[in-house]
């Protein structure tokens, strides 16, 4: 499946109602526990009123899957809820979002990082399978990150 990436910032989400549609039914899809269907546009519309975005699989016209990112003042990218559209799981759409997310991340010089605290064990397995694993750091998280604690840098291991 050719999958490639997409952002989805508040310019993109006003401007088109596909994308508007899939990025709702792409969280609606989610196991309740992550996300709770009453709670998907309140989450959506946070993100793109805090100025973060979404990156997204993009396959035929439709966006199949998505994670949330936050830029930290240091240019590192937080994220978080990766979610793929129940019809279109077990199908390297969640690896290919990841592997692209991690390769725009190498060439515009980030880190990628995620909260240890709320990283499901799907996504912790799918993160091993793409070669990341946790960097012990000293530094704290800063004060606009999503949490003050319980972070890990993913460092892609044997890439580059």
Same mark, same amino acid.
């Given at each position: 499946? #050719?999958?490639?990436?997409?952002?989805?910032?508040?310019?993109?989400?006003?401007?088109?109602?596909?994308?508007?549609? @899939?990025?709702?039914?792409?969280?609606?899809?989610? #196991?309740?526990?992550?996300?709770?269907?009453?709670?998907?546009?309140?989450?959506?519309?946070?993100?793109? +009123?805090?100025?973060?975005?979404?990156?997204?699989?993009?396959? +035929?016209?439709?966006?199949? &899957?998505?994670?949330? !990112?936050?830029?930290? +003042?240091? =240019?590192?990218?937080?994220?978080?809820?990766?979610?793929?559209?129940?019809?279109?799981?077990? =199908?390297?759409?969640?690896?290919?979002?990841?592997?692209?997310?991690?390769?725009?991340?190498?060439? @515009?010089?980030? !880190?990628?990082?995620?909260?240890?605290?709320?990283?499901?064990?799907? @996504?912790? !397995?799918?993160?091993?399978?793409?070669?990341? =694993?946790?960097?012990?750091?000293?530094? #704290?998280?800063?004060? +606009?990150?999503?949490?003050?604690? &319980?972070?890990?840098?993913?460092? #892609?291991?044997?890439?580059?």
């Amino acid at each position: 499946m #050719p999958v490639t990436m997409q952002y989805v910032d508040q310019a993109r989400w006003e401007a088109e109602e596909q994308v508007r549609i @899939d990025l709702v039914r792409i969280y609606e899809d989610a #196991p309740q526990e992550r996300i709770p269907t009453p709670t998907v546009m309140p989450f959506i519309q946070q993100h793109l +009123n805090q100025q973060h975005f979404f990156a997204c699989a993009h396959f +035929n016209d439709r966006l199949l &899957g998505a994670v949330a !990112v936050q830029e930290a +003042n240091d =240019r590192a990218w937080w994220l978080s809820e990766l979610c793929v559209r129940k019809t279109t799981r077990r =199908r390297g759409v969640g690896t290919r979002l990841m592997a692209l997310l991690g390769e725009q991340a190498k060439q @515009d010089g980030r !880190v990628l990082r995620i909260a240890t605290a709320k990283l499901p064990l799907a @996504d912790q !397995v799918l993160l091993s399978k793409l070669g990341y =694993r946790p960097v012990a750091t000293e530094q #704290p998280a800063e004060p +606009n990150s999503p949490v003050t604690s &319980g972070f890990v840098e993913l460092d #892609p291991q044997g890439k580059g």
